[in-house]
């Protein structure tokens, strides 16, 4: 199964609008604390809608945690930030995949960046008026690119 990985994430609205995403993908969504928020925020669930029910949800102290219990492969996980080296349109994303994503205003913590920097990926973006994307419209993005080819309508 697919997880979306979410480090440390400070908007309790992207958090639950992942949620929901995640349900719709049948991908669970993996949050590595601390967060900027409590789950039982009434904004997680308003943005998650009466869908946040069915979030396969898992949750971590720590991304050292996650590490331990989980022991991704190498070639399981991607890393997203704006200024990764290659494109998220790349590699071919393995049904295992870890998407994982900083928090809204600062992104992944360096060590985690530098442990893995062979795995990080970015969104284009055309337009330099803009710094980065809504963390929430960007694991859409990415979520549905990981899954090509696999989805059936």
């Not at 399981?76 to 994503?101: C, K, T």
């Not at 920097?117 to 055309?126: D, G």
Request: hydrophobic share 40%; with cysteine; glycine share 6%.
């Amino acid at each position: 199964m697919t997880s979306i990985v979410l480090v440390h994430p400070e908007i309790p609205g992207n958090t639950g609008a992942v949620g929901r995403t995640c349900v719709a993908l049948d991908m669970e969504l993996v949050l590595v604390h601390p967060l900027g928020f409590v789950l039982s925020d009434a904004r997680v669930k308003r943005s998650g809608l009466d869908y946040w029910q069915h979030v396969r949800l898992a949750e971590f102290s720590s991304w050292k945690a996650f590490l331990a219990e989980r022991a991704p492969r190498d070639n399981q996980l991607f890393l997203f930030e704006d200024d990764g080296e290659r494109s998220f349109y790349e590699p071919d994303y393995p049904n295992d995949a870890y998407l994982v994503f900083g928090c809204e205003t600062k992104g992944l913590p360096a060590a985690i960046r530098e442990a893995h920097k062979a795995r990080e990926f970015f969104l284009p973006m055309r337009s330099n008026h803009i710094r980065s994307l809504n963390l929430a419209n960007t694991v859409s993005a990415v979520a549905y690119q990981a899954l090509r080819g696999s989805l059936s309508t």
